[in-house]
């Protein structure tokens, strides 16, 4: 899927708005899984820092 991805995002065979959408979609079971790959190819890096406050 991710190879796929690539070779249409290199062919501009969508608008970036909608190619980001079906790259999301297409890849949205590995980012839940946590997948590294899927994270590098939408920009975000996997390991990011996170910090949790309390709501209240």
Same mark, same amino acid.
């Given at each position: 899927m #991710?190879? !796929? =991805?690539?070779?249409?995002?290199? &062919? %501009? @065979?969508? &608008? ?10 297409? =890849? @949205?079971? @590995? #980012?839940?899984? %946590?997948? /590294? *790959? *899927? +994270?590098?190819?939408? %920009? +975000? *890096?996997?390991?990011? /820092?996170?910090? =949790? !406050? /309390?709501?209240?």
């Amino acid at each position: 899927m #991710l190879a !796929t =991805l690539e070779r249409w995002k290199e &062919a %501009g @065979r969508a &608008a970036d708005q909608h190619f980001a959408f079906i790259a999301r979609e297409a =890849l @949205r079971s @590995r #980012l839940k899984a %946590g997948w /590294p *790959a *899927a +994270y590098a190819f939408l %920009g +975000y *890096a996997h390991d990011a /820092p996170v910090e =949790l !406050t /309390p709501w209240c």
